[in-house]
């Protein structure tokens, strides 16, 4: 795979423009300076990678905007050997990012398609994450609890199956909503039954939908 040194240089200003947009952590931006967010896109709209906008990865799904992708990562508060739940490897950018900050993920597809694409790819690249394919909405009981929890489409509503894999003291980044536009949240988990939940402002993602393909 292809890394040139105009990759490296349209990188380089896509961390600029984030940064502008309010993106504050240097290790996150230094992962979007690091990561080659070309390869996760079919090579006819390489020239698309690094404006910061979504573009589509098929079965009706997104790669996610840069600024999106690095805003929910900073909600995230990754701390070095963090054990991660991603719902939704889509393309498996998200994924890269998080595996770039030293957190240690499993992630979850339910687009088989997208599932064998996205494994295949990072594994390629070197990265190691716990693949699974089945419904985001379940979760991964058996590996729980996670440190922190990521959902990167749009949740009707807060996934109550989720929050039980939590550990106390974790922290969950959800957009939640209808089709139209989701708020974005993050629920820190207090006590056994005690929740903390914020708003962080209004974005747009693919539905999440239950089952898997």
Do not use: W
Not at 35 to 49: K, L
Not at 130 to 158: H, N, R, W
Not at 159 to 174: D, H, S, Y
Not at 181 to 210: C, N, S
């Amino acid at each position: 795979m292809t890394d040139s040194y105009r990759h490296k240089g349209l990188r380089k200003k896509l961390v600029n423009t984030i940064s502008e947009k309010g993106i504050k952590d240097k290790r996150i931006l230094e992962a979007i300076g690091k990561v080659p967010r070309h390869n996760f896109m079919d090579s006819g709209f390489i020239e698309f990678a690094y404006r910061d906008q979504a573009f589509p990865i098929g079965a009706g799904q997104t790669i996610s905007q840069p600024y999106t992708v690095a805003f929910q990562t900073e909600l995230l508060q990754v701390k070095k050997h963090d054990k991660i739940l991603e719902i939704g490897t889509g393309s498996g950018y998200q994924c890269a990012i998080l595996l770039e900050l030293g957190a240690k993920v499993y992630t979850i597809e339910r687009h088989r398609e997208l599932y064998l694409k996205s494994r295949a790819l990072l594994t390629e690249m070197g990265y190691k994450p716990y693949f699974f394919y089945g419904d985001g909405y379940l979760g991964q009981p058996k590996f729980s609890p996670f440190d922190k929890i990521i959902i990167t489409a749009g949740a009707s509503e807060i996934p109550k199956e989720l929050l039980k894999q939590l550990k106390i003291g974790g922290r969950m980044v959800v957009p939640v909503g209808g089709g139209s536009g989701q708020v974005m949240m993050t629920i820190d988990r207090i006590d056994e039954d005690e929740y903390k939940e914020l708003e962080h402002g209004y974005f747009a993602f693919v539905p999440m939908l239950k089952g898997k393909q």
